[in-house]
């Protein structure tokens, strides 16, 4: 059952384009933008476009609650990078506005789930993305809430600390967002190969754990080296640098060993959950589904100040993968005009119709301008 309408295809199509553009393709992981390649490997094994794969699950699982139901989705991020040990930008921004949506859409209460040490942060981020961030038995009750809990970084404790989440929560479905994941030796890599084991949660065994229930998960990444991106394993070990060979003591290489039910490959994980907003935007012709250019320069910059940085300098500065604010916020705002478009007309479009449905007046037209 598709709960999109024929025209959603091609609007998911530029949308997939759209957020896959190598905007900044200057990165130490490859001299090309490997973002078309990692795209086009994840496109093969996509019954259509990526995003509005993702955008159906989102649907169809949030759609399945009725009545007294607790509604709520659990949304994963947080990448502490090295060698600056804090936490990036990219997935935190993206996690708020696509929580604000799934608020807007669905009044599912979203728990985010991300590294101890990032908890307080993204506490921050979330209150002035309008939330208010409760326990998860208040957040579920009250309109406009949610919760921000950390996960271990024991690998000895995330089987069990997963299921006890999924029992606790029993969440419609679980998004991965910009999350580093393990490769076939259970070693967790950064893009540029570094062992980043001992900074991140294992929030691997919530996505194998959700999958085993039959809960849906959705992975969101950008590199290669993240949750999902196990999908295409093959290729991201065939085209980074570090695919193969990391350089750090397990010599077996930065591609992700956990795939996901769907998998959105974009230039930055933000743009992945814009684009699931956009998809949800057109679904139910509402334009408020998806944020606008300034929030999320707004959030960019309030993601700064509560600590993120971008990965590219180390500092708390208002961008995300060396890519400034201002230009991030353009890629929204032609990601609204996309999606505003397929499903309200202009009416410069209305008169151009009515102005050219008369071939013979037209031709008449044309003369008389001759003429004059």
């Keep these: ?102 608020a807007l859409a669905f009044d599912l209460a979203s728990i985010i789930i991300t590294e101890p040490d990032s908890v307080e942060k993204q506490v921050k981020l979330a209150e002035q993305g309008g939330f208010r961030v409760a326990g998860y038995e208040k957040a579920i009750k009250v309109p406009r809430s949610l919760t921000v809990e950390g996960f271990t970084l024991d690998r000895s404790a995330a089987k069990r600390e997963a299921e006890r989440l999924l029992e606790r929560v029993s969440p419609c479905a679980v998004i991965s967002i910009e999350k580093a994941s393990p490769n076939r030796r259970g070693v967790f890599h950064s893009g540029i190969g570094v062992d980043v084991s001992s900074l991140s949660s294992k929030v691997d065994a919530l996505i194998d754990s959700a999958r085993e229930v039959g809960i849906p998960t959705i992975g969101i990444g950008d590199a290669g080296n993240e949750i999902g991106m196990g999908v295409i394993e093959d290729t991201v070990t065939e085209i980074l640098p570090t695919g193969k060979e990391c350089g750090c003591p397990c010599h077996s290489g930065v591609a992700s060993a956990v795939s996901t039910d769907s998998l959105i490959v974009t230039g930055t994980s933000n743009w992945g959950c814009s684009a699931i907003e956009a998809m949800l935007s057109y679904h139910f012709r509402a334009p408020e589904l998806l944020h606008d250019g300034a929030t999320e320069e707004f959030l960019i910059r309030t993601a700064a100040s509560a600590g993120f940085v971008d990965p590219a300098s180390g500092f708390a500065d208002p961008g995300v993968d060396a890519i400034p604010a201002k230009i991030h916020a353009s890629m929204i705002e032609v990601l609204n005009f996309v999606t505003k478009s397929r499903y309200t007309e202009s009416v410069y479009i209305k008169k151009y119709r009515e102005f050219t449905k008369d071939k013979e007046k037209i031709a008449r037209l044309i003369k008389d301008a001759e003429e004059s």
């Design 1 to 102: 059952m598709s709960y999109f309408d024929s025209n959603a295809n091609n609007l998911a199509e530029i949308i997939d384009h759209l957020i896959t553009v190598p905007v900044f393709s200057g990165s130490t992981l490859a001299n090309r933008p490997v973002v078309l390649e990692l795209y086009a490997a994840a496109r093969a094994k996509s019954n259509g476009p990526l995003v509005l794969e993702a955008a159906e699950k989102i649907v169809s699982a949030a759609s399945a609650l009725e009545g007294e139901e607790k509604k709520s989705m659990i949304l994963t991020t947080g990448f502490v990078v090295p060698p600056w040990i804090r936490p990036e930008t990219d997935g935190p921004v993206g996690t708020v506005s696509l929580a604000r949506s799934l």
